[in-house]
């Protein structure tokens, strides 16, 4: 006996249409961002939620459902700390900085390029796409440099060049491989370990190696997922947009201050080397991304030129 389709009831064709009403409204800035890079850079602080992680992932395959061209760049800072610690390897700070000598390196290798990339692949490939992990070893895509970190010492006044170790800073970078990725529908997953042309092996700063990445192919985003919603005002309202002049201004005054001033100098570099746009937004809700670039309002703050 055929089986007569229950009629929906006035809920759910309230819903119905509510989830239409926003796919109709999502379509023009999909089309905005079709065939467009956008690079993310997912932090360590955004990934402790495997519910998350897997909205994360969801977004990503969206993305490349959606003709965008995305490219996940990831950090791991509190991983590694983890790692460390459960190795009895005891972290040595200088400046208020991880200095990185031999041992600590091949833990933030086997970390960066290892264990937590291949997790993201993982969850994006669940998704239905193909995921590949890189580091920027792969196809010689990043060389870096030893980093210099310069500090004035409170008791002389006088600045002085910290020894960070293997701790770099991308100075080339080679878009071959990730066109190539591009053309064949591949999403690369990127962790920010790369050689120097001294033969060595730099632990780079995510948010630097993002923006890096992000320059080289002039993306039309790139995002930075944080565990803050974004830059705050004096009131502590989130501030949607700001240009490159503002955002300098509100650096000088104090407004930007602490641990976000190197996100947005991070952020005003990458405008510089020809990002079109970047937004600092709370990794830790979930479907951020989407919110952020399918929707009329946003999610964070966005940084233009």
């Not at 955004?46 to 992680?53: E, V």
């Not at 390029?113 to 990043?142: H, P, Q, R, T, Y």
């Not at 060389?143 to 002085?160: C, W, Y």
Request: charge should be negative; hydrophobic fraction near 45%; include cysteine.
């Amino acid at each position: 006996m055929t089986q007569v389709p229950t009629p929906p009831s006035a809920a759910q064709e309230h819903n119905f249409s509510h989830d239409a009403g926003i796919l109709a409204q999502a379509l023009p800035f999909m089309q905005r961002y079709e065939g467009k890079t956008v690079v993310v850079k997912y932090g360590g602080h955004a990934m402790g939620d495997p519910a998350l992680g897997q909205a994360f992932a969801r977004d990503i395959a969206l993305l490349k459902q959606s003709k965008v061209n995305p490219i996940v760049v990831h950090g791991g800072g509190p991983q590694i700390a983890q790692m460390l610690k459960s190795l009895g390897i005891e972290s040595k700070f200088e400046g208020g900085l991880r200095v990185t000598d031999g041992r600590t390196m091949e833990i933030v290798e086997m970390v960066l390029a290892g264990s937590i990339n291949k997790e993201i692949v993982a969850l994006i490939n669940a998704e239905g796409e193909w995921a590949i992990g890189l580091c920027g070893k792969d196809g010689n895509m990043v060389f870096a440099k030893k980093a210099e970190k310069k500090v004035l010492d409170p008791t002389s006044n006088i600045e002085r060049v910290l020894d960070l170790g293997f701790v770099g800073e991308p100075v080339e970078i080679d878009r071959t491989l990730l066109d190539l990725l591009a053309r064949s529908e591949m999403i690369p997953v990127i962790a920010p370990v790369a050689p120097g042309r001294d033969g060595a092996t730099y632990n780079i700063n995510a948010d630097t190696f993002a923006g890096a990445i992000a320059g080289s192919l002039g993306a039309k985003r790139l995002l930075f997922l944080t565990d803050v919603p974004g830059v705050l005002d004096k009131n502590g309202q989130l501030m949607p947009e700001l240009t490159v002049r503002e955002a300098k201004a509100l650096i000088a005054e104090g407004t930007i201050s602490g641990g976000m001033i190197p996100k947005v100098e991070t952020c005003l570099e990458a405008l510089e080397n020809g990002v079109e746009g970047v937004v600092i937004l709370n990794g830790k809700t979930p479907h951020v991304v989407l919110v952020e670039l399918f929707t009329e309002y946003g999610a964070g703050t966005l940084i233009v030129r």
